[in-house]
């Protein structure tokens, strides 16, 4: 015996409910069409809204994760002390913690000159990414030219460049940093922190892993070195990308509310051809009340049949979604898999689930109608 | 459940009464009727005489407005729905003059229907057996529209005994069948009652008292004497 054979052996109802649906064969394919339409509209909007956040925030960049510590200069206070670096290294735990010097300076290079930033950063690894070369860490010799001035002079790591008259090779030439964040480095160039002459740290730049870390080390140096006096001013962006991700699961809700109303319109599309198949079997669905099938035989029955449509319309549903999505995520983000991440997969599988309980509800109302009926009216021809 | 005497099914003062426009239409007025074991019994009348309505009386397919149904014994009046649909399924057999085949199952399978949700392995085995007697073994797997009527009737027939009843209620079992493959029919159920099953058959055809053990005449709601 097949396989197939042995499940409608086991469950009969199966056997009858699946023979059911291929008498009519264009009106069963039109019914899972409507429920197909209404799992790819829910699924699909949804990745969309999913999409449309992992896109919005990549262009936030970092910005969520940092914490910048800065001096208050409406206190007097010009520049950042090493008891202050202290206190934040400790206030920031296992955060790295990068203390940055800041002055101007004239970068030469290949007979070009520019007037730019000079960054004095002893451990720029914990802050920064390099798209050629390595960044050394600590960073004690040579220097790390930003992307833009890169591009700018045609710098490549393993170049000679000079900076303020003293002569650099080029470790690496930093990753373009992705939207805006409070340090951009990319039309300066980083060195060593004690070869840049200032008389003081200017920033502090805290790098968390996430933005409720950034939030929490933001209170923790708020409490530790503003103790006293407001010394330093404190810039984190945590609440404004948490808002972001708030707006973006709104708006998904609201996509997702919009094809949930196909799925409804779905719904009353099973309903129909339910009710019709019903009246159509009357005296079939009679006979098998007259030879000992119970009413709720009957419903099981229906309901088998309303619940295959929806099994049928979700798989197909879920297959054009996952289609639509990787299409959706290589417009917005150029990278397809995106469609097949698990917060993608939440939207499939909720289509799916309402597909599948849309329907069934759907056959609820005939198969009732169709199970009260006395097998003596349905007989009567 | 009665004792092993008792009479299959036994009824007594049956009334049927249908509310028609202002007034009642009265089908049966007032019915005995008591079918024994094995007992062959053909019920003869002309249309509207109420043969129809009786036959639904006796199979639980319908109550009675006044009068009993009595199964093996035991009065059927206070059966709930799925009481009546249990007693149905383990003593009565029922052939429709419109066979009333599932037209997506084959004819093995449509045999097979009436215990199809017991999940009883040996099921298959005897609804195949059943096709054989009634001359079928060699069509088990066509469906319905592949059938002639007279093997159509012959798979009703089959599926009315899978259950192993007591009692087969037919419903002009030859009406849509040639003389031929009506004989056929009323053959297999003379070995029926044979086997201890009592078989009621409505009919109009008069071939059919030619193979039974007693005929009722059947008018206006009222048997015969």
């Known amino acids: 015996m097949s396989r197939v054979a042995a499940l409608y052996r086991r469950f009969p109802t199966l056997l009858i409910a699946r023979r059911n649906l291929t008498r009519t064969t264009a009106r069963t394919t039109l019914a899972v069409l409507g429920i197909v339409i209404g799992v790819v509209a829910i699924a699909s909007l949804g990745v969309f809204g999913s999409v449309l956040q992992t896109a919005a925030v990549g262009n936030l960049g970092d910005i969520g994760n940092q914490v910048v510590v800065g001096p208050n200069s409406e206190e007097g206070v010009t520049s950042l002390s090493e008891r202050d670096v202290r206190e934040i290294r400790e206030a920031s735990g296992d955060a790295g913690v990068v203390p940055i010097k800041q002055s101007r300076g004239t970068v030469e290079y290949g007979g070009v000159s520019r007037m730019t930033s000079v960054y004095g950063i002893s451990n720029p690894a914990a802050a920064f990414n390099a798209s050629s070369g390595r960044i050394p860490d600590p960073l004690r010799g040579g220097a790390l030219v930003g992307a833009s001035l890169a591009e700018d002079l045609d710098v490549r790591a393993g170049n000679s460049i000079t900076v303020d008259n003293r002569t650099y090779r080029v470790r690496a030439v930093l990753a373009e940093q992705g939207g805006f964040s409070p340090l951009n480095v990319g039309a300066g160039v980083v060195v060593p922190a004690e070869q840049v002459n200032s008389t003081g740290i200017q920033q502090v730049v805290v790098q968390t892993e996430t933005g409720s870390a950034a939030n929490a080390t933001a209170q923790a140096i708020r409490a530790s070195v503003n103790d006293r006096e407001e010394r330093v001013t404190i810039t984190e962006f945590s609440q404004i990308t948490e808002q972001i991700d708030s707006f973006f699961d709104t708006l998904s809700l609201f996509l997702i509310g919009i094809g949930s109303i196909s799925l409804v319109v779905a719904g009353v599309s099973i309903l129909n051809v339910m009710l019709m198949s019903t009246i159509e079997r009357r005296e079939e669905i009679g006979v098998l009340r007259a030879v000992g099938y119970q009413r709720l035989d009957v419903v099981k029955i229906l309901l088998t049949e309303a619940s295959l449509l929806g099994v049928l319309g979700g798989v197909v549903g879920v ?63 | 459940m009665g004792s092993d005497g008792a009479p299959v099914v036994d009824a007594t003062g049956l009334v049927k009464r249908y509310e028609s426009g202002g007034g009642y239409l009265e089908a049966l007025k007032g019915v005995d009727i008591t079918i024994e074991r094995g007992e062959f019994v053909a019920v003869m009348g002309p249309s509207g005489s109420g043969k129809s309505t009786l036959l639904n009386l006796l199979g639980l397919l319908d109550e ?48 097979e229907v009436p215990a199809l949700l017991d999940r009883d392995p040996e099921t298959r085995g005897r609804a195949a057996d ?96």
């Open chain 1, 319 to 381: 297959g054009l979604s996952v289609v639509a999505g990787a299409a959706i995520a290589q417009v917005a983000l150029g990278d397809p898999t995106a469609a097949l991440s698990p917060e993608a997969a939440v939207y499939y599988l909720a289509g799916f689930f309402f597909g599948v309980v849309t329907s069934a509800l759907s056959g609820l109302y005939p198969a009732w109608k169709a199970a009260r009926e006395r097998p003596v009216d349905a007989l009567r021809s």
């Open chain 2, 130 to 225: 059943l096709l054989g007697r009634v001359g079928l073994g060699d069509r088990t797997d066509h469906l319905p529209s592949e059938l002639s009527g007279g093997q159509k009737q012959r798979v009703a027939i089959a599926r009315s005994l899978v259950n192993e009843p007591r009692l087969l209620l037919a419903d002009e079992p030859t009406g849509n069948l040639d003389r031929e493959t009506g004989r056929t029919v009323l053959d297999e159920f003379t070995r029926i009652t044979e086997a201890g099953v009592a078989v009621v058959a409505v009919t109009h055809d008069p071939q059919v008292p030619k193979y039974t053990d007693r005929t009722v005449d059947m008018l206006d709601g009222e048997l015969e004497p």
């Open chain 2, 64 to 111: 009675p407005t006044e009068g009993a149904v009595r199964i093996d014994g035991r009065d059927t009046a206070d059966l709930s729905d799925a009481e009546r649909t249990r007693a149905r399924k383990q003593t009565i057999g029922f052939v429709f003059q419109d066979f009333y085949l599932i037209p997506t199952l084959t004819a093995l399978e449509n045999v």
